[in-house]
């Protein structure tokens, strides 16, 4: 059974449907590679599913710490190969919580190793260098 569906819109732009929700998503090409840049490019989604299932992976295992982890944040930059094929380098991801003390260092440890555990960041290439920092 199909799990989403895609569509080429024209224009370098593409449209993305999650079949069970009906939540769509449109990509369209970035502006240093023809496009015009007004939605995620297809490797902006690879770099915020990152950070997403990193997000939620930390958020089951705190769950089942009893850890408090709502209002954690990110920023995510992602960094292209300047040298052909075009690719993704890197991805850069920040977390933050909103208040860093109600961790104790050992919760903290342990919402690190979870996080570098995620799908996401096992299934991509090791080329890809992913720094991942912790503001807690």
Known sequence: MYQMTAEYLGGLRTTGTHLKSGNTVI???PTDNNGRGEAYS???????????CMMTIMGIVAARENIVFEGITATIEKIMTKEPPRKIAGIHIAFTLPDPQQLTPKQAEIL??????????????PDIVQEVSFNF
């Open 27 to 29: 990509t369209d090409a």
């Open 42 to 52: 297809p490797t902006d989604l690879v770099s915020a599913a990152l950070c997403s």
């Open 112 to 125: 690190k190793r979870a996080a570098h555990t995620c799908p996401v960041a096992l299934s991509l290439h």
